[in-house]
C-alpha cells in the first residue's frame, strides 16, 4: 500500500500546520501509524504514533505539549497536528504503518510502509 502524505509547507515560527496520512489501495484498520521526521544531515526521528485500533497515542518528548495525532475513523485519514512551530520542526515529515510492539512503536523499522514525505520548512 502507498501511504500518501500531505500538508506541509513554509510557515513563520510560531505558526501551525495540520499534516494528513491516508492509505492509498489500503486501510489502518489494525494497523498503527507513526509519525517520523528527518531534517538535513539527521536521523529520521520519531515524532508521534497512534494505534488505529483504541485511539492510544504516544507524542515525543521534543514536541509534547506542541503537535497532536489523531485519526479520522470515516476518512481513513491519520493527522498530525502541529502547533507553536519552530525553525528546529523543519524537516521532511513521513508517516508510516506497521503493527510495531507497544515497546518499538519509536523504531523506524518497525514499520512495513511508509508515505514519500512532506516537507515542513519553519522560518525564524
Known amino acids: 500500500v502507498q501511504l500518501q502524505a500531505s500538508g506541509g509547507g513554509l510557515v513563520q515560527a510560531g505558526g501551525s500546520l495540520r499534516l494528513s496520512c491516508a492509505p492509498s489501495?489500503?486501510?489502518?484498520?489494525?494497523?498503527?501509524v507513526g509519525w517520523f521526521r528527518q531534517a538535513p544531515g539527521k536521523e529520521r526521528e520519531f515524532v508521534a504514533w497512534?494505534?488505529?485500533?483504541?485511539?492510544?497515542?504516544a507524542i515525543a518528548d521534543s514536541v509534547k505539549g506542541r503537535f497532536t495525532i489523531s485519526r479520522d475513523n470515516a476518512k481513513n485519514t491519520v493527522y498530525l497536528q502541529m502547533n507553536i512551530l519552530k525553525p528546529e520542526d523543519t524537516a521532511v515529515y513521513y508517516c508510516?504503518?506497521?503493527?510495531?510492539?507497544?515497546?518499538?512503536?519509536?523504531?523506524?523499522?518497525?514499520?512495513?510502509?511508509w508515505g514519500q514525505g512532506t516537507l515542513v520548512t519553519v522560518s525564524s
Open positions: 508510516a504503518r506497521g503493527r510495531p510492539i507497544y515497546s518499538t512503536f519509536h523504531n523506524p523499522g518497525a514499520y512495513n510502509d
Open positions: 489501495g489500503g486501510t489502518f484498520s489494525g494497523y498503527s
Open positions: 497512534i494505534r488505529w485500533s483504541g485511539g492510544n497515542t
